[in-house]
């Protein structure tokens, strides 16, 4: 079946711009996550949803990061007034209710803010 | 507030000898432990998790890890390595309270030398 899909797979973001990541779970996931990589280093938490409400986002860097998930199906992360320090690649990954945990990873976004 | 520390930013393993990455968690109770591997421009992928069954779990790919609580680690390992087994490779800790976010540890690179 089909997996996690997220859209763009780049990005490239002038400083002071506003950028909209979408991710797609897998089919019947009600648990969605998103992650920030910097470059070399491991992914870092950024928010949390089950179903359509935002459980946890303090992950989020600053007030400039927003996420939402209306419908309880695809999730958009938005990123406003662009900063450098904002260029990582975005991971988005879902998680069946009572699949022991595992999370299941999209192919991520890589954001370049120039 | 749990934590991961892989030993080892970098491996470099000739093709066919024994790989070994090394992880150890810090959490106040035995948590979910997670490998995980990303090759180049790719999101992450599942190889093996722990969920306490059995201490010796197997994962894809050849893959094995061994839940150690007295020393607090969870180290992976494969017998004999491939070139398509160069990738990075993240440990990953999460609680048993429901869908929560993964803590990964910073990755070990993987080279295998031909």
């Known amino acids: 079946g089909a997996g996690v899909s997220q859209s763009p797979r780049y990005k490239v973001a002038k400083r002071g711009q506003d950028v909209a990541l979408r991710c797609d779970p897998i089919?019947?996931?009600?648990?969605l996550f998103w992650y920030q990589q910097a470059l070399g280093q491991g992914p870092e938490f950024l928010t949390y949803?089950?179903?359509?409400?935002?459980?946890?986002k303090s992950g989020l860097p600053s007030d400039r990061f927003f996420a939402e998930r209306p419908e309880g199906s695809v999730s958009t992360l938005k990123i406003q007034r662009t900063q450098q320090e904002d260029s990582a690649v975005y991971l988005c990954?879902?998680?069946?209710?009572?699949?022991?945990?595992?999370?299941?990873f999209g192919p991520g976004t890589r954001l370049l803010v120039l | 507030a749990q934590s991961v520390t892989q030993l080892g930013s970098h491996v470099s393993v000739s093709e066919g000898a024994l790989v070994l990455l090394r992880c150890n968690y810090s959490?106040?109770?035995?948590?979910?432990l997670f490998w995980y591997v990303q090759y180049p421009n790719q999101g992450l992928q599942l190889l093996l998790k722990?969920?306490?069954?059995?201490?010796l779990v197997k994962g894809i790919n050849g893959f094995e890890a061994e839940f150690k609580k007295s020393e607090t680690s969870f180290h992976l390992t494969k017998p004999s390595a491939h070139m398509s087994d160069a990738a990075e490779y993240f440990c990953?800790?999460?609680?048993?309270?429901?869908?929560?976010?993964?803590?990964f540890g910073k990755g070990t690179r993987l080279s295998v030398i031909a």
């Open positions: 990954a879902s998680s069946a209710r009572t699949s022991a945990k595992t999370q299941y």
């Open positions: 089919s019947g996931h009600v648990s």
């Open positions: 949803f089950q179903n359509e409400a935002q459980l946890d």
């Open positions: 959490s106040s109770v035995p948590p979910y």
């Open positions: 722990y969920t306490s069954a059995a201490t």
């Open positions: 990953a800790v999460s609680d048993r309270s429901g869908n929560t976010p993964l803590v």
